[in-house]
Structure formats: C-alpha cells, structure tokens
C-alpha cells in the first residue's frame, strides 16, 4: 500500500524511563509489574563467583541478578508509548548506565529501607547528569518502616524532588510511580 505524506500513518512518540536503585531493590520487578509485554530480562543466576562482591544482606533470598538490563513497555494511547528500562543495580555494572540513560525523559529510583544507603549512587548518578528522576519506596515485608520525611532527610534529597511509597509489584502502585515522574519531568 502506499501512502502520499498526508496519509502515513503515525507512530506513537517514544518516551524512555529508566528503573534504577540498589541490588534487589525491585527494579525487574517493577518493569515486569507494570509492562504491557513480556519483559525482557537479563538476569542470571548468582554463582559462588559473586561471593565477597555482592553483598546479601536483608537479601539473602535473591538468587539471580540483572547483569545488562530489564525492557518493558507501556502503550499510553495512539500519540505516545513508554519505554522502561531497568539498570542493573551492583557497581561492576554501572557502566551500562550511560547507554540506558541517553535520551531517558528520567528516572525513578527505588528505595530498600533495608538498605538505603543503596540508593546514594543512583541519587548521585542521575543529580549529575541534571535527570530528573523521583525516589519510590518500595514497601518490603519485614523491613523498616519509615515515614517520607524521614526517608528524604537520610537521602539528603532537595524538596523538590517527589518522593512516594510503592509496592514494585503491583501494577497500579507502580503505574502511579510512573505517573509522578512524568508530571515532576514536565
């Protein structure tokens, strides 16, 4: 079939986000919560090799881990479809960031208050690149409660950067997350 200029149909514009925080934070979680297609997912299982380099602790359950990335995608309407990618969260893959995040619209960092102080580089990553990106709690069982305000002063985040509870899996709580970073990137 062909089409003069005027009758081309039209594609959806591309809209990339990036899924990051620590090590079993929930970040393949999230992108599989909430993508409308099977994610692709890049993980492996963690080997005797990751001893003494991936630290376990409060995640002593995981057993695989993204070594490249997570994708997933989400079709708004007929104008505009969401690109999810999720980063892998140890140091030795930190790499990879800089190719995901080229052209990313922002970020939403997921937040273990198990371990916190997993979040500090992807805080830092993304204030240096001058992305805008949100921070989202996701709500664990069993781990410490605490309120946003309290989250926010231990993260050293500047007010006017969102910060919301999430639980990565569930579509709507994830979706919502979504949400508050396309209207905070606006």
Not at 154 to 169: E, G, H, K
Request: hydrophobic content about 40%; glycine content about 6%; some cysteine.
């Amino acid at each position: 079939m062909v089409f003069d200029r005027s009758e081309r149909p039209r594609l959806p514009r591309a809209i990339k986000i990036l899924v990051a925080g620590g090590f079993g934070a929930g970040k393949t979680t999230m992108v599989g919560a909430v993508s409308e297609t099977r994610p692709l997912r890049t993980e492996e299982i963690l080997t005797d090799r990751s001893v003494g380099v991936d630290d376990l602790s409060s995640v002593e359950a995981k057993r695989t881990t993204t070594v490249a990335m997570d994708f997933g995608r989400i079709t708004l309407n007929d104008e505009y479809v969401l690109y999810l990618f999720g980063t892998p969260g140890q140091e030795r893959f930190w790499f990879v960031w800089d190719e995901l995040a080229e052209g990313a619209l922002g970020a939403v960092i997921l937040a273990d208050t198990r371990r916190l102080a997993d979040c500090f580089p992807s805080v830092d990553y993304f204030e240096r690149r001058g992305t805008p990106f949100v921070v989202a709690v996701n709500c664990f069982e069993g781990a410490p409660s605490y309120d946003l305000p309290e989250v926010r002063l231990a993260l050293q985040l500047n007010p006017s950067i969102p910060i919301v509870m999430c639980d990565a899996r569930k579509r709507d709580s994830s979706r919502e997350v979504l949400i508050t970073l396309v209207k905070h990137s606006a």
